[in-house]
């Protein structure tokens, strides 16, 4: 008799362990926090914009508690009845980390219509929560007569490498049929939230339409190591402004 109330007491045991431990997996999911997801970018310099046939900038600061799984964004008219893109992540650099900055561009097709559109940003845990971010979007239609800028070279023998303190090789052709009024390169750390801005307007730019731009900035000095992106702007007399972007360009201390 004993050994049957002992077995009996042992089972119980057993499954009120299996029911604490059940609950404190349930209070510890519900525990971590759900994903927080915030796009600081949505075109550049959070202009909202975007022009068909060209691409989308994207960039912003995520955290999740549950460690990321997967992101997903689309960009659909502003009725919903149609979509113009659809991306997921789900390897890569962003899975399976806490804390990360979002920087993507996304192609624009050549064939969306100008209008109001609403990009959708979604970030999911591994936990299965996510949080999602909306943002308005405006698509604007290619003027075929705005600057268009192709790099040459980003370093030396187009490297993308470059010195603290020491000049940077850059190249770029620059196309402008209302003639370039200025020319702008900033360069970019996100992860170190670093920019500086070198704004050129000599008389050898402004006032062309078609120019090889061939300059050796100098980094500053308290930039710091790590990896930048450049945006690099042309403007020109009608007030069009185009920019593109040379992407993982390591600048290290020697």
């Given amino acids: 008799m004993k050994k049957i109330l002992f077995l009996a007491a042992s089972v119980l045991f057993c499954v009120f362990s299996l029911v604490l431990s059940s609950c404190s997996d349930d209070d510890d999911s519900k525990s971590v926090a759900k994903p927080v997801a915030t796009l600081a970018e949505v075109g550049e310099e959070n202009s909202k914009e975007a022009i068909a046939g060209k691409d989308l900038h994207l960039e912003g600061d995520l955290l999740a508690e549950g460690l990321i799984a997967r992101i997903?964004?689309?960009?659909?008219?502003?009725?919903?009845?149609t979509t113009i893109v659809q991306k997921s992540y789900t390897d890569g650099k962003y899975i399976g980390?806490?804390?990360?900055?979002?920087?993507?561009?996304?192609?624009?097709?050549?064939?969306?219509?100008?209008?109001?559109?609403?990009?959708?940003?979604?970030?999911?845990?591994?936990?299965?929560?996510?949080?999602t971010f909306t943002s308005d979007l405006t698509i604007k239609a290619l003027d075929k007569t705005a600057p268009t800028i192709t790099f040459k070279e980003v370093g030396e023998n187009d490297s993308h490498k470059a010195v603290i303190g020491q000049k940077m090789h850059l190249e770029a052709q620059i196309e402008a049929p209302h003639k370039i009024a200025k020319i702008e390169v900033e360069f970019h750390n996100t992860a170190a939230g670093y920019e500086h801005v070198f704004t050129y307007t000599d008389e050898k730019y402004v006032g062309e339409t078609s120019v090889l731009f061939h300059e050796h900035p100098q980094i500053p000095a308290?930039?710091?190591?790590?990896?930048?992106h450049i945006h690099f702007t042309v403007t020109d007399a009608a007030g069009n402004a185009t920019t593109e972007e040379a992407e993982g360009i390591q600048i290290t201390k020697e």
């Fill in 222 to 228: 308290d930039a710091p190591a790590g990896e930048y």
């Fill in 97 to 131: 980390v806490r804390n990360t900055t979002f920087h993507e561009h996304l192609d624009i097709p050549a064939d969306a219509a100008p209008g109001a559109y609403k990009v959708t940003f979604v970030v999911t845990d591994k936990l299965g929560q996510s949080t």
């Fill in 72 to 81: 997903d964004v689309t960009i659909a008219t502003a009725d919903g009845k």
